[in-house]
């Protein structure tokens, strides 16, 4: 099970409860404007309290928070559970003003832009496998979120977010800041991509390659928006 389908499970539920207890008090209303229109002489009950109409509606309603809870949780844990098992890589993932940088353990890559111009970082990512995130900001909260995965994580600093993920399709998704952080909060994007395994393996010895390649000695450049600390 991934997020997407464990949050449309979720969300399915939490919308027909919704929508169940809607309808039910939009017939309540009408019924009660027909039956005053309708003018049947009766004068309006003049009683305040009906304990046990009240008590009744208070059971429901903790009766229906407490399985939602209960649902969500569980499902949610059941999912952390399966997704933790012997992950298979981990990345750091640095969100700073206003860029990412994705850190792969063990090697020598790391992926970052400078979010300008449609140049977006892109998290790779290998499919059916658990990848562990430590998730942490460099300056103010930002916070992770790519929604067609349904997934979405705060970034803190001075603290590290540790998650565990796994997709099970190939495919790029867009993510993005979901945390308003500064002036260049809206350019905050980054793209995630997932390949097979294999794939997966040819990219990073490719990436490590490069990394471990010698680097010619810069000789200036465009200046670069990072400030208070950001990663350039
Ligand atoms: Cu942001």
Same mark, same amino acid.
């Given at each position: ?85 012997? %992950? *298979? ?7 700073? /003003?206003?860029?990412?940088?994705? &850190?792969?353990?063990? =090697? !020598? @890559? ?86 097979? %395994? *294999? ?7 490719? /990436?490590?390659?490069?990394?471990? &390649?010698?680097?010619? =000695? !810069? @000789? ?13």
């Amino acid at each position: 099970m991934t997020y997407r389908s464990i949050f449309h499970h979720v969300f399915w539920l939490y919308t027909g409860i919704a929508s169940a207890v809607f309808v039910l008090i939009m017939v309540l209303l009408l019924f009660a404007m027909i039956r005053r229109r309708a003018g049947s002489g009766r004068q309006p009950s003049r009683r305040h309290e009906n304990t046990l109409v009240e008590l009744g509606a208070a059971v429901l309603v903790l009766g229906m928070v407490a399985y939602l809870v209960y649902v969500s949780e569980t499902t949610y844990g059941a999912e952390m559970t399966v997704a933790s098992r012997r %992950p *298979a890589l981990t990345i750091h993932v640095t969100a700073y /003003q206003w860029c990412w940088r994705f &850190a792969y353990q063990g =090697t !020598p @890559v790391a992926v970052s832009a400078d979010c300008e111009a449609g140049r977006f970082p892109v998290l790779m990512l290998p499919t059916n496998r658990s990848v562990r995130i430590d998730l942490e900001s460099n300056d103010v909260v930002h916070e992770m979120w790519v929604p067609h995965l349904r997934w979405k994580v705060e970034a803190f600093p001075d603290h590290v977010n540790v998650f565990d993920l796994r997709v099970d399709h190939t495919g790029t998704w867009r993510g993005l800041c979901d945390e308003f952080c500064g002036l260049f909060h809206d350019s905050m994007d980054f793209r995630v991509k997932a390949v097979t %395994p *294999a794939t997966f393996h040819l990219w990073l010895q490719h /990436q490590s390659a490069v990394a471990a &390649a010698p680097k010619p =000695t !810069p @000789v200036g450049g465009p200046p670069v928006k990072t400030q208070l600390g950001g990663i350039p």
